[in-house]
């Protein structure tokens, strides 16, 4: 086994593992360590950044009015009169903001691609003044922005016009959490990482994990269904939040912060808000399952001659690593590559067409080892694997995630960039990258695929020097229509927000479509809360 040529009786491989197919025959019969200091480095870099490192991408002078940049209308809203300052200033005092320096960074998404003109942001404390807030806006018809960490991809947590926007930041406090069931109980400001450890402290974890998490909020997570790093293992957060509190458009609360594993009374009314982006209801507490905390955890990443063999691979790491699988995420060539350029993080793995990284998660390292060491030696010995590097140490694994989870920060940096994040069969998951390289040509700078294998999850990327409408006239509907065909989706895991409500069609049918509307006029019928985004034909 691969632990036992590493160091006589040891099971489980030191830091890192290198292997390489080079020292296989049939079987593997040498590997060896090589030091951290030993590492390939790009020209420059500095030392290797750890997991959860903060994700900014780099600042453009200004960023468009969305209302300029794109052809969107204005509803017939009231706008903030001094009147309402005042009655704000009563219900939040010392917690309204109308400085407009203050109020830049929240009118501005996190990829710097829509800007909203608000003048006002309000920042409570409690349900309770989540429900004054929105009681005031409802009479008054003003319309209101709910604003988590600001993390989202698809504009969905800023204002077009000038929205109100309602900040959950100062809703930071953990209510309850028991260490029998390891049910946390949150407000919805509760950054993700300071929950992962709080938690962690006793002896549970988040059954999510995002690259953002050292600035997303809970409830943000929970109003996008996000779906993350852990979403393999743990499955989505329809299924793992048991509760929820939010506050309806009209102020009223609706409490339903059960802790209850199993309640089969009625509808399941927190479905409705799960995934709804803060258009039906502003999420303000939130009551989630944690699983327990794996003993033993190996990351392992791997080169891949094709993506043939990275489907190969996967399928061999089902069968083998089985319950202990957690993640098998995959990049291309090109994202590794700009992870090297534009953070100067080193790839410890020889180049290749496409890397695979995967994690296992368990409470035995013994049973656990014997199991990853069986998983590379055939993956390595049949050629699906041409080169890797393993770690089973806390700061290592968190370096080998790094090149994964800063991709998005990355490509920020290499320009304007235009996302998806689409659901597509597997075996089809990477033939839209290729098909869009011959497509736009020398108009994009790069077309890149990374994501989710294991749930069939693509983030397709492209970036170019600036923002072109002609670039954007190539990529939509096509990308779209090329989905569709497919019957995948044109969102996986981050919503529709602004720039993406006019593709929900392309995912469901008019029926449902007509559903949804329905339903948002009946939880909101004035429309106030977070308008212009998720259902088409808004404005």
Known sequence: MLGHCL?????????????????????????????????????????????????TPSRDPEVQLTCKRYPVRRL????????????????????????PEELDPSNVDWLRSVRGSSRVLLRPRTSEEVSRILRHCHARNLAVTPQGGNTGMVGGSVPVFDEIILSTVLMNQVI??????????????????????????????????????????????????????????????????????????????????????????????????????????????????????????????????????VLQTFSTCKQVLGEILSAFEFMDAECVQLVGRHLHLACPVRESPFYVLVETSGSSARHDAEKMNSFLEQVLGSGLVTDG???????????????????????????????????????????????????????????????????????????????????????????????AAQRGSVSAEHGLGFRKKDALGYSKPPVAVQLMQQLKALLDPQGILNPYKMLPGQA
């Open 76 to 99: 017939p809203f009231s706008t903030v009169s001094e009147e309402d300052l005042a009655a704000f200033q009563g219900i939040v005092p010392g917690r309204v903001i109308t400085d």
């Open 389 to 483: 590097t393993m770690a089973t140490d806390q700061k290592k694994v968190q370096v080998l995630w790094a090149l994964r989870e800063r991709i998005s920060e990355a490509l920020g940096r290499d320009g304007y960039v235009y996302k998806y994040d689409l659901s597509l069969p597997v075996e089809r998951l990477y033939d839209l990258v290729t098909d869009l390289r011959t497509r736009l040509g020398p108009r994009a700078k790069h077309v890149v695929g990374y994501g989710h294998l294991g749930d069939g999850n693509l983030h397709l990327n492209v970036t170019a020097e600036a923002f072109s409408a002609s670039l954007l006239g190539a990529l939509e509907p096509y990308v779209y229509e090329w989905t």
């Open 176 to 309: 309850s959490f028991h260490g029998v069931s390891g049910v946390l109980v949150c407000q919805a400001g509760c950054v993700l990482e300071e929950l992962s450890q709080h938690v962690e402290q006793r002896g549970f974890i988040m059954p999510l994990d995002l690259g953002a998490k050292g600035s997303c909020h809970i409830g943000g997570n929970v109003a996008t269904n996000a779906g993350g790093l852990r979403f393999l293992r743990y499955g989505s957060l329809r299924g793992t939040v048991l509760g929820l509190e939010v506050v309806l458009a009209d102020g009223t609360v609706l409490d339903c912060l059960t802790s209850l594993r199993k309640d089969n009374t009625g509808y399941d009314l927190k479905q409705l808000f799960i995934g709804s982006e803060g258009t039906l209801g502003v999420i303000t507490a939130v009551s989630l399952l944690c699983p327990p905390r794996p003993l033993a955890v190996n990351v392992a990443l791997l080169g891949c001659p094709g993506f043939a063999e």
């Open 7 to 55: 160091r006589t009786g040891a099971m489980v491989p030191r830091w890192p593992v290198w292997l390489s197919r080079s020292s296989l025959g049939r079987r593997v019969a040498a590997c060896w360590l090589r030091g951290l200091g030993q590492w390939r480095r790009w020209p420059g870099g500095p030392s290797l950044a750890s997991r959860g490192c903060s994700s």
